[in-house]
Antibody
Framework: EVQLVESGETLVQPGRSLRLSCTTS????????LSWVRQAPGKGLEWVGF??????????EYAASVKGRVTISRNDSKSIAYLQLNSLTAEDTAMYYC?????????????WGQGTLVTVSS | DIQTTQSPSSLSASVGDRVTITCRAS??????LNWYQQKAGKAPNLVIY???NLQSGAPSRFSGSGSGTDFTLTITNLQPEDFATYYC?????????FGPGTKVNI
């Protein structure tokens, strides 16, 4: 069974940094890209970024709203993906989801974690 | 960046109804369009990928169509568990963008 579990800080002060982990199981981690999607309270879904599998160079791409503040990385030996987001503001308050990226035709998010709610507040 | 819009933003329907939701992309995205269902308090769930392919485990009453800029998600014989918010998402190019969502109400 494919599983993704997000974990990390849930309350962060403005201006500080956040690091979330996505621990996975049930599939060959190294074969897949991983993505992060967030959802502010009461709002829609926002793609944050993704990291390709090392088969395709392990490179990452990011949304403009977080570019320059974000790093997505992966540890294939531990089957974990990470999201680091710096210089947090209240606008970063959201549920953060980790997703596996399927690619049978185009890219799509075929498995999701349950999400972790991050609140940016002093 | 490619923008995606959805219509309507919300709709009311009854069990057994046929429901259609439209998604439009700001430029041609071939068939690189996915649909997700999100129930309140839960993570989204992939329903349709590549415009018309039913995700494994999704009920056959869900179907998708379209290519280029205009796409449709159709739910036939609406069931109580289908009341949720539906999002389209383009994967033609990054940044991958989601539509604003369509809430299907009872």
């Amino acid at each position: 069974e494919v599983q993704l579990v997000e974990s990390g800080e849930t309350l962060v002060q403005p201006g500080r940094s956040l690091r979330l982990s996505c621990t996975t199981s049930g599939f060959t981690f190294g074969d897949y890209a991983l993505s992060w999607v967030r959802q502010a309270p009461g709002k829609g879904l926002e793609w944050v970024g993704f990291i390709r599998s090392n088969i395709y160079g392990g490179t990452a791409e990011y949304a403009a709203s977080v570019k320059g503040r974000v790093t997505i990385s992966r540890n294939d030996s531990k089957s974990i993906a990470y999201l680091q987001l710096n210089s947090l503001t209240a606008e970063d308050t959201a549920m953060y989801y980790c997703c596996r990226v399927g690619s049978n035709y185009g890219d799509y998010f075929d498995y999701w974690g349950q999400g972790t709610l991050v609140t940016v507040s002093s | 960046d490619i923008q995606t819009t959805q219509s309507p933003s919300s709709l009311s329907a009854s069990v057994g109804d046929r429901v259609t939701i439209t998604c439009r992309a700001s430029q041609s995205i071939s068939s690189y369009l996915n649909w997700y269902q999100q129930k309140a308090g839960k993570a989204p769930n992939l329903v349709i990928y590549a415009a018309s392919n039913l995700q494994s485990g999704a009920p056959s009453r869900f179907s998708g169509s379209g290519s280029g800029t205009d796409f449709t998600l159709t739910i036939t014989n609406l069931q109580p568990e289908d009341f949720a918010t539906y999002y389209c998402q383009q994967s033609y190019s990054t940044p991958f963008t989601f539509g604003p969502g369509t809430k299907v109400n009872i």
